[in-house]
């Protein structure tokens, strides 16, 4: 194997032939000059111009001047019509089976009491240890709410959850089974359809969280057979700091869907107040309380620019992007005692990549304080993000190399 | 009984006196002249210009800039930051009992079943009939899924919930009992002191609903003893569409309380990434997805423009505002078939009028479409919402003029 090119002028020549390049633009600028990169997309995606724009016209126009009338005119039919654009953009879902609404641990929450409803007999529910903290906490409170039992995959952290360990561990008892797409630490991509269809063979019920993958890499639930989904809008779209979050239900379940928290956005006639809760048709019945307009505003925007740019295209930069920070770490980080944490494999690794440094703690605050703004993940992981809307090869360079400096 | 004097002149005369005109000033203008008045600002107050400003702060400087250094800085803190200057400014609670989160029916969701878990021998919850849609369905969900009953009141529509209501359904089996402090339709208040000293009395825990009290009337939480409250942030705190909800948990049951939205957010340690959950101290344990930092600026203008105001100055105005929709409702309105559904007691009325009428929600529309923005309560309620610190005598007279015309 000869050693990558890794000068400066690969990272010009990678940056000319970007044709993404020019969506950098339509971002807020970083006015603090001590940002020397951000790569911590993945996080906390830049703000868009669009949004700021927006956010003002939203206040003065739509709550200041047409006052409460924009609930009927405009807001009531947001969590639905961004939650159709987004699943038509990035998540491969048909219209109706999409909302944007509560936060993500909100969302999993319904969708993991409708999961289990939807398979009473069952008394197990399937994570693997490595999974998001709120993903496991999460499983283990429904289950000890409903009397049922967790049931743990033990995966490897690079190679992350493959079909054969989800058929290993799922059988008669399997209720619901809920895995990350993307894994939060070596950005492992799950096979979606692969693992759907044997939770499907053993009865149970596929849970997927979208929050490293929406946005990222294409998302094909309704092709995958994805029961349900949930996922973050504050990271790869660009939608700002805790906007909310998106929930998919396969409208195959829609008739026989129920979650707890009935409030009067998932009921049938919102302003009727009926005596008793009757659910809506389709997917809306998943909502509970009065939508966060500002927030969705930061959606509606991102999803459009993800519309404009194509995930396909942002895929290709995201592979294109780890590839070079791969490169970057082989030739200078790897020497200093780096160890790549995430796939090599392009067709496997999603839209980051995990360094592990045994002093990788002390060391993330130091690259932080200096202006390279990567993320550190527990136990040992330098995570680099990767947002192919904002992120350059010149910035990624020059941020691997501040970290040679400050590591060396 | 002498009529009151409904003239021009006196709209002037009050307008002069009212020492919180000038804070009309510091709202966004109502750009749209077909506008002859706002009276809904108990469904949706308007914007604070601080809160556009702010926004743009936000976007730029805190997001934009800042970027995800933003959570550690200052966003992590915002959700007992902002709850404690509320449970100060306008809810009688002392620091560390209140967080900004969720929805108001998330929030209540929660809050249902901690005190349900409380008090796990008692097999009854309590509300009454006339409460608002989301509280009644939580409280019949909750219910459901924890195999307890609901216990109903049926109370007068005006005279609201007394404490003998409450004293003639509740005892050894009661639970909780969920009721609103200032009733959605009549306005009524209710003796959240006295309801409460009722409910421990018999050994259960009240549970309050603030939304048409706070950011209206003064309320003395830790003083009356309440063991939980939520409510919305978005009607007299101007906080804006869908803005987060808060929660209050008396500290006499911090130790205790537990909720089943276990996110990251309310773990004791956020970022560790632990195997299992373990509740932060605290308030914060109420807390499960990443706070919706653009809704929360809202509040925190909302908030901070009340401690200004003043609670109780805002609460005599809205007493004032009260009787001078009385006064001209009587000299006009019910002659054409009007008639008053608040308490015409001051003590007793909160921060808006309900006006019922056999055609009113026809009506309700020919009055929107003429521009006095008020809003439609079923079955007949036409209700005209009070905002001390936007809504000016003359603009009421304008409006009950306009409707007189339009009714007539």
Chains 1, 2 share one sequence.
């Not at 090119?5 to 633009?25: C, Y």
């Not at 999803?303 to 082989?330: C, F, P, Y």
């Not at 992981?381 to 970290?403: C, K, Q």
Request: hydrophobic share 45%.
């Amino acid at each position: 194997m000869t050693a990558a090119d890794v000068s400066a002028e690969r990272a010009e020549r990678l940056d000319a032939a970007d044709d993404l390049a020019g969506f950098r633009d339509r971002f807020v600028p970083i006015t603090d000059p001590g940002v020397v990169a951000y790569l911590d997309g993945n996080s906390l995606g830049r703000p868009l111009r669009a949004t700021a724009e927006r956010l003002q016209e939203v206040v003065g126009d739509e709550w200041g001047a047409r006052l409460i009338r924009s609930w009927e005119e405009r807001w009531l039919a947001l969590p639905e019509q961004i939650g159709d654009e987004l699943g038509r953009v990035a998540l491969g879902a048909a219209p109706g089976q999409t909302i944007v609404a509560d936060s993500t641990s909100v969302c999993l929450y319904k969708v993991l009491r409708a999961a289990a409803a939807l398979r009473p007999g069952r008394d197990e529910i399937v994570t693997d240890t490595a999974n998001f903290p709120t993903d496991r906490f999460l499983v283990e409170s429904v289950a000890a709410e409903l009397g049922r039992a967790v049931r743990w995959i033990e995966a490897d952290p690079v190679d992350g959850v493959r079909a054969e360990d989800v058929a290993a561990v799922t059988g008669p008892r399997t209720a619901a089974v809920v895995l990350s797409h993307v894994d939060y630490r070596s950005a492992v991509i799950a096979d979606l359809t692969a693992i759907t269809r044997v939770v499907h063979e053993r009865g149970g019920l596929a849970v997927w969280d979208l929050c490293h993958s929406a946005g990222s890499i294409p998302v094909e639930l309704d092709a995958g057979g994805a029961d349900f989904a949930v996922g973050c809008t504050y990271k790869f779209l660009n939608a700002g700091p805790g906007a909310p979050a998106f929930l998919y239900v396969s409208s195959r379940h829609h008739e026989a869907f129920g979650q707890p928290i009935t409030g009067w956005m998932g009921a049938a006639d919102t302003f009727g107040m009926a005596a008793h809760y009757v659910p809506a048709p389709g997917i809306r019945r998943a909502l509970s309380g009065t939508p966060p307009v500002l927030g969705m505003v930061g959606v509606q925007e991102g999803v459009a620019l993800l519309a404009e740019a194509g995930i396909s295209r942002v895929r290709a930069k995201a592979v294109a992007l780890g590839q070079w920070v791969l490169d970057l770490a082989d030739a200078w980080l790897v020497p200093l005692g780096f160890t790549v944490a995430s796939p090599r494999d392009d067709a496997r690794r999603g839209g980051h990549v995990t360094l592990r440094h045994p002093d990788a703690e002390r060391l993330a605050r130091v690259f932080i304080e200096h202006g390279v703004l990567i993320d550190f993940r527990r136990p040992d992981g330098i995570r680099v993000g990767l947002s192919p809307l904002t992120t350059g090869f010149a910035e990624v360079r020059r941020a691997m190399e501040r970290i040679r400096e400050l590591a060396g």
